[in-house]
Structures are given as C-alpha cells and as structure tokens.
C-alpha cells in the first residue's frame, strides 16, 4: 500500500502542471524514439542475475507548459526481465523476456536554449503483453528431479507460466539528458531509470506467497525525435 500511495502522489504532482497560469504561449511536440535496455528483477528471496540486454521503442507527446517546465507521455513497446546466474561448475542456463505496453507520465524539466539539459520523471503503468523463456535441458531436468523429490517444496517458483504474473505494473522513471534543437525537430537523447514498486508475483500471505518482492529494474538509453506541431 506504501509503494502504490507513492505511485499516486508522484501522478498527482505531474497532473498539477496543467493548473498552472499559462505564463508565455504552449509548445507542442509529437515524436517518435528508441534504444537499447538493460534489465533484471528484484526478488526477495535473492536468485543470481546477470543483466538481460533489450530494447525499447515507441511514441511521444511532450507539451511545455511553462518556461523550463513541461510535460511528457509515451507508449513504448519495451522488452525487459531477467537472467539467472548460475555457478561455473554447472551447465544451466535460463532467460525470460517479458513484453510489455509502458506508459510514463513525466514532468519535464529542462534548462538552456538551442542545447537543452533535461530533467525528465514520474509514474509509470506497464501492461505485460506477451513473453519468451528459455531453460537448457540440464536445469530442466534437475528442476523436475527436485519437484519429484519434494513436491511441497518452493521449487522453481520464478518459472511460473505468465498466466500466474500480474498483468498491470507499475513504478517510478526517470533520467537526464540533453536536447538538440535544430531546423527539422529535437534530438533528445536521454539515460533513464525505472524502479518497480509494484511485483510480477503476488507477495500476499494468504496465497502462502515465495516471493516478497518480485520487482522489475530498468536501465535505459533512449533517443527520441519530435517535431512541433503547436
């Protein structure tokens, strides 16, 4: 209940920006942008992870309200998840990608002219979409001998099938970067962060839950074009 209070005040104080005094005329921009992703998850209990290398894509909209401040929204296709570590001596490997719908709504912070230096962060609410796991034979089959041997046992809960994942997450993003300001539109290019508050598990006791936190981390580089159509 605390992660999703922070979730609704961080939307509540990007929404406050259109009850501001329009101080000089508004700026409208549509864009399109993508780039690469590093990802992994925060489990509680631990599992070893490596990074799991993606890509993000998408639309934007970015609306400038006030002098240095503004507005954006996207909807990007991002691809993001997890690869387990195993140790050197055994011949296991496992991946899974999970796709999903992301949708940030940001505050927009942004100082200088022609070069800008922006301040982008906000909400953010994921819809998963559609996935792909890939689990060598070895630990296949060291996971099915395990279960056999102790069916009660919380074995190989993080490769339950999606229909046992929370369709909708959500979480804080943000970054910095720089704009370029040119003759035919803006070049933003941006680093950027995303920090699941909600989890892919469910973490209720009631449903005798493993994990008590199953959290989806993100890094992101990203370049975006815009034209202004306002």
Known sequence: MKRF???LICASLGGMLFAQKQTFPTELYIGAGAGAVAANMSFVPAIPQTLLYSYQGGVAVKYVTEKHLGLITEVNLTRKGWCEEFDAEEDFA?????????VPFMTHVYFGDKTRFVFNAGPQINILIGENARMNQALSDDVEARKAAAPDAPIGV???PMSEMKRVDYGLTGGMGVELRTAIGLFDLEGRYYFGLGDIFTSRRSDNAYFTRSAHRVIMAKLTYYIQVK
């Open 5 to 7: 209070s922070l979730f």
């Open 94 to 102: 496992y991946e899974r990608t999970l796709t999903y719908i992301d």
């Open 158 to 160: 993080q490769y339950a």
